[in-house]
């Protein structure tokens, strides 16, 4: 089992940034593939960035394409989202989750385990 426990998120205004964090522990040395999603009221979960060890590949949705960042610190088994140019869209609960495929994926039914969920909340 993986386990993954995520922070930083919280009120912003427009134009302004944030840095989510997500720690995770357990078995996770076969995890190849990490995502972050987010889930506005009333809409569905979204892909909003990836990671995939095998390719080493990152994928971004075209919403966020050059204002998030996603990186990680292997020491510390953390991945990061670093959130710039926030816009009031961009407000939703946001999730990490993780898989051990091997390849990318967007849907949020391919990744085995998930974050609790922060909060980010961007004001105009």
């Known amino acids: 089992q993986v386990q993954l426990v995520e922070s930083g998120g919280g009120l912003v205004q427009a134009g302004g940034s944030l840095r989510l964090s997500c720690a995770a522990s357990?078995?996770?040395?076969?995890?190849?593939?990490v995502g972050w999603f987010r889930q506005a009221p009333g809409k569905e979960r979204e892909f909003v960035a990836g990671?995939?060890?095998?390719?080493?590949?990152?994928t971004y949705a075209d919403s966020v394409k050059g204002r998030f960042t996603i990186s990680r610190d292997n020491g510390k088994n953390t991945e990061y989202l670093q959130m710039n140019s926030l816009k009031p869209e961009d407000t939703a609960v946001y999730y990490c989750?993780?898989?051990?495929?091997?390849?990318?994926?967007?849907?949020?039914?391919?990744?085995?385990?998930w974050g609790q969920g922060t909060q980010v909340t961007v004001s105009s």
């Open positions: 989750a993780m898989a051990n495929r091997i390849s990318s994926s967007r849907f949020p039914k391919d990744y085995k385990y």
């Open positions: 357990g078995r996770t040395f076969n995890i190849y593939t």
């Open positions: 990671f995939n060890w095998n390719g080493g590949t990152t």
